[in-house]
């Protein structure tokens, strides 16, 4: 007589032994890769299930991409700690979750005090299957009209509000550093007038770039 097939339930957290820490449905986690040799994956946990027979927990998660995993690979951009939100699902051991960590919104990233190893942050969305993204338009900045990438040092034109990476400047990052104001060369000559004026609070026309 064949046996009853185990039924399946819905769990609203589970405790991974190895690790001590409880994840539930929302959380983002790191989970092991099949090669060692690689980084912990980044998915974002949808739904907790138990077979019924024990500790066969599985879980199922959408994965978030990191930029190398891509079709269009890593570009000059994209931050270390960053990760796309793809339209793949997959159904895992919970055994295989080596740790929790937080995908912050990209305004939230850019405003931490300190970013730690399980930091990282999300401001598109990526479909796997065409290699799309979503939204396929991002601001751009500077002299080379590159995205934001928050690795790398910047400075704000009080003029324009442009910013403005120092190398595109014929600057050093220590000179960079060092700057109480600054005017691009489209505004410095206007720049003296501007400081002893009032704060100028004009803001710029956002310049718009495919990220393809």
Not at 9 to 22: H, Q, W
Not at 46 to 62: K, L, T
Not at 148 to 170: K, R, S, T
Request: hydrophobic share 30%.
């Amino acid at each position: 007589m064949a046996r009853a097939k185990a039924q399946r339930r819905t769990l609203d957290s589970y405790t991974v032994k190895p690790i001590n820490k409880t994840v539930k449905p929302g959380d983002c986690v790191l989970m092991r890769p099949a090669d060692p040799s690689k980084p912990s994956y980044v998915a974002k946990i949808e739904r907790i299930e138990s077979d019924g027979r024990g500790p066969n927990v599985r879980v199922r998660v959408r994965w978030y991409y990191r930029p190398e995993e891509s079709i269009g690979g890593r570009r000059q951009f994209h931050g270390s700690k960053e990760v796309f939100l793809s339209d793949h699902y997959d159904t895992q051991s919970a055994d295989t979750i080596e740790g929790k960590c937080m995908v912050h919104s990209f305004k939230n990233y850019t405003k931490l005090d300190a970013v730690g190893n399980d930091d990282f942050f999300c401001r598109f969305e990526y479909n796997s299957s065409t290699g799309a993204f979503d939204p396929d338009r991002v601001a751009v900045y500077c002299k080379c009209e590159m995205p934001y990438n928050p690795d790398d040092l910047m400075v704000q034109c009080e003029g324009c509000i442009d910013w403005f990476h120092p190398a595109c400047i014929e600057m050093s990052a220590e000179e960079a550093k060092r700057l109480d104001h600054f005017f691009c060369e489209n505004c410095s000559s206007e720049g003296q007038k501007k400081l002893q004026n009032s704060h100028n609070t004009r803001q710029s026309d956002a310049k718009l770039a495919v990220v393809l």
